[in-house]
C-alpha cells in the first residue's frame, strides 16, 4: 500500500517555523519522498524531495526519520503565502501515484 | 518556460457529449498523468502514461479514455460525460516517475457536466 497519513490541518503564525508530519510506514527502500503544495485555485506544485538524507531547498527543509518509515517538512519562517494545502506522496517503483487529502496549512497574521 | 498546457480552463457541457481535454507538455518529459479533484476526496489518478503508446489505469479509469500518441500531448477523452464527472482535472509531467524527478502540473480544467 502507497499511502501515506498526515493531520488534516494545522496552524502556524506568520515568521514561526511549521513542521509538517507525514507517516509512510511501508516505504520501501528505493520509494523517494516527495512533498508537494497546492494554493487556492492551483495544480500542485513541487516543493522538496529527498530518499534518505535531509534536504535543503530555498522553499523548506526535509527531514527523513532514520527508519525511513516518517518524514517532517519544516517551512523555517512561514509566511501568508505559504497557507495551502501540502501532500506528502511516495515515489516507488509502481508507476501508480497515490495522493493522500494532504494537510491544510493556515497560517495567522 | 518550462510548462504543462491544459485547455480549457473551463468548460460546462451536457450529459452525453463527448469532449477532449488537451494536455501538452514542453520539457519531453516520459511520464504523464491525469487526476480528478473533489471536495474531501483529494487528488486521485485517472490514467497515467510511461512513454508513447504505454497507458494503464490509476485509482479511478471508468468513464475516461486517454491515447498518447505522441511524446508531448497526453488528452483525457469524456465519450459519454455525466454529472458525477463534474470535478477539477490536472495533467502532470515527469521526466522519469517514479524515480529522483519532479512532477509538474498544469493549472487545472474545471469540468461542468449538466
Known amino acids: 500500500d502507497a499511502k501515506t497519513t498526515q493531520p488534516n490541518s494545522m496552524e502556524s503564525n506568520e515568521e514561526e517555523p511549521v513542521h509538517l508530519p507525514c507517516n509512510h510506514s511501508t516505504i520501501s527502500g528505493t520509494d523517494y519522498i516527495h512533498w508537494y503544495r497546492q494554493l487556492p485555485s492551483q495544480g500542485p506544485e513541487y516543493v522538496i524531495h529527498?530518499?534518505?538524507s535531509n534536504v535543503n531547498n530555498r522553499m523548506a527543509s526535509l527531514a527523513i526519520a532514520e527508519d525511513r518509515k516518517s518524514s517532517t517538512l519544516i517551512l523555517h519562517r512561514a509566511t501568508l503565502r505559504d497557507a495551502a494545502v501540502y501532500y506528502c506522496?511516495?515515489?516507488?517503483?509502481?508507476?501508480?501515484?497515490?495522493f493522500g487529502k494532504g494537510t491544510l496549512l493556515t497560517v495567522n497574521p | 518556460e518550462a510548462q504543462v498546457t491544459q485547455n480549457p480552463r473551463y468548460l460546462i457541457t451536457v450529459t452525453g457529449k463527448k469532449l477532449t481535454v488537451t494536455c501538452s507538455q514542453n520539457m519531453n518529459h516520459e511520464y504523464m498523468s491525469w487526476y480528478r479533484q473533489d471536495p474531501g476526496l483529494g487528488l486521485r489518478q485517472i490514467y497515467y502514461?510511461?512513454?508513447?503508446?504505454?497507458?494503464d489505469k490509476g485509482d479511478v479509469p471508468e468513464g475516461y479514455k486517454v491515447s498518447r500518441k505522441e511524446k508531448r500531448n497526453f488528452p483525457l477523452i469524456l465519450e459519454s460525460p455525466s454529472p458525477n464527472q463534474t470535478s477539477l482535472y490536472f495533467c502532470a509531467s515527469s521526466a522519469l516517475w517514479p524515480t529522483n524527478e519532479k512532477l509538474f502540473f498544469g493549472s487545472g480544467t474545471q469540468l461542468s457536466v449538466l
Open positions: 502514461s510511461m512513454n508513447v503508446e504505454v497507458t
Open positions: 506522496i511516495r515515489g516507488g517503483s509502481n508507476y501508480k501515484l497515490t
Open positions: 529527498g530518499l534518505t
